[in-house]
């Protein structure tokens, strides 16, 4: 189970990244004094000369194409061949990082002609996918949580946050504010000193305000809890359950980026019992 949902969520994200980059037709030029269609002639169905595509792109090998295509296509270094039959008004061009393109091209080709497609790979920044990454701070009652949240966005995107304060206690007993030992009528002597622990595991979901916002929005869920404990004269540990809580965190927030630097500042609870503020400063490139 916990293996299918990394491979849902990682196959995800490449989606996702898969969406911020996009292959473009830089120029499509005819060339006119290019013989390569008739010393390299090759026929189509009906024995009449193809045309050639002579596409100019980097990593030639990493391209597929799809279409009204004669034979094989032929990859040198920096140039693909494609031929074609006179007449072709299309091609879909296809890489596995940038995605598809389906290109028209401005003219029919005409036989035995060549015609060079240069190719420019950008990258959109409206659909470009963000990686947050931003360690952040837990404050409320008592001393502060720390940890990291990781986040991928474009407009929408997952992301999740751990916290904890690098503190913990074990104890078998527990009391109330009384300090009433539960399911007894003892009340210790207590040395004052005081112990608290704080964890916190969430994920949930980034909304960007707006089409090319700085501004974004997060909500999860996710199980946490906070502890406090009271230290007994005899050396023992006594959970407070009044002070203590344990179940589902919730959370709502903002994300504000300027450039690659981004701030973050929310409010988090546990089950309502237990509220604390979360700020953090990071990165989002």
Known sequence: MKRNLFTLVFLFCCCLFMQGQEIKVEAFSKL????TPRTEER??????????????????????????I?????????EIWVYMPAGSRNITIQNDK????????????KKQTAY???????????????????PVIGI????PSYGFMLGFVRNTGPYVKVKYDFSNFSSNLECGDDGIIKGTSDTPWYTGEKRQSRMSVTAGVIQRLGKLSPFYAYAGLGYGYNKLGWETVNGDWVKNTD???DGIEMEIGGIYRLKNISFMAGIQTNSFSYIEATLGVGFMF
């Open 32 to 35: 006119e004094r290019d013989l």
């Open 43 to 68: 026929l189509d169905l009906n024995d009449e000369p193809c045309s050639i595509l002579k596409i100019v792109v980097a990593h030639v090998k990493d391209f597929r194409f799809e279409g009204n």
């Open 98 to 109: 940038y995605g598809v393109l389906r290109y028209t091209f401005p003219e029919r080709l």
């Open 140 to 143: 409320g009652k008592g001393h």
């Open 116 to 134: 060079e497609v240069q190719i420019k790979l950008v990258e959109n920044l409206e659909k470009k996918v963000r990686t947050l990454v931003m």
């Open 243 to 245: 002070q203590s809580c």
């Open 70 to 78: 004669v034979g094989d296509v032929i990859y040198k270094e920096g």
